[in-house]
Structures are given as structure tokens and as C-alpha cells.
């Protein structure tokens, strides 16, 4: 469920800037991400709600990782930011490889 929180979420930060404004820099990538953000608030309150433990324990796990690359670039550590992009794309790809 936390992809669907953080499409809701990024999509909200986004959204704080007025749509004529921001909407025309909003990527693919963003509109990749958010799209999911586009789901029935009332289903996902019951699935979250009925998920909380779940749901807490991913959305701090995601709050640890945002929290160290934050600070990582609030560092000026590059050196990081770049290791922790190079390890999420593994992840990733170690994932993907187990879809089929």
C-alpha cells in the first residue's frame, strides 16, 4: 500500500503550487508515479485502516530512507546520494526479476 500513500503524498506537495504554474513541469515521471494517487479515497481509507500495523512499519522504513537522502544532499554528500540511487536501482531490478 505505500506506493499509493506516496503517489497521494507527492502529488499533494506538488499540488501546494497553483495547477496553471506547476502542471506544465510535471514530467512523466511524476505523472507515472502519482497515477495511482488517483484512487477512491474512501476504498483506500478502509485498506489502510485496515492495514495500519503494515502501513506504519513501510511508511517509516520509507521516512528513513527520505531521511537519508535529505540529509545526504543537505551534506553535499553526492558520494551517497549517488551510492543510495545505484542501490535502489538494484533493488529494483532484483524485484523486477522475480515478477514472472
Avoid at 500500500?1 to 510535471?26: D, K, Y
Avoid at 474512501?42 to 489502510?48: C, F, G, S, T
Avoid at 522504513?61 to 551534506?75: G, I, K, P, R, S
Amino acid at each position: 500500500h505505500l506506493p499509493h500513500l506516496m503517489a497521494a503524498v507527492l502529488a499533494a506537495t506538488v499540488g501546494r503550487w497553483p495547477a496553471e504554474q506547476a502542471g506544465r513541469f510535471c514530467g512523466t515521471g511524476f505523472w507515472d508515479t502519482t497515477r495511482v494517487a488517483e484512487g477512491d479515497p474512501a476504498l483506500w481509507h478502509d485498506i489502510v485502516q485496515t492495514n495500519r500495523a503494515a502501513v506504519l512499519g513501510a511508511l517509516r522504513a520509507f521516512q528513513q530512507q527520505l531521511a537519508c537522502m535529505t540529509d545526504a544532499v543537505e551534506n553535499n554528500d553526492f558520494n551517497l546520494v549517488r551510492d543510495m540511487l545505484s542501490d535502489a536501482r538494484d533493488r529494483r531490478h532484483a524485484l523486477e526479476a522475480q515478477r514472472s
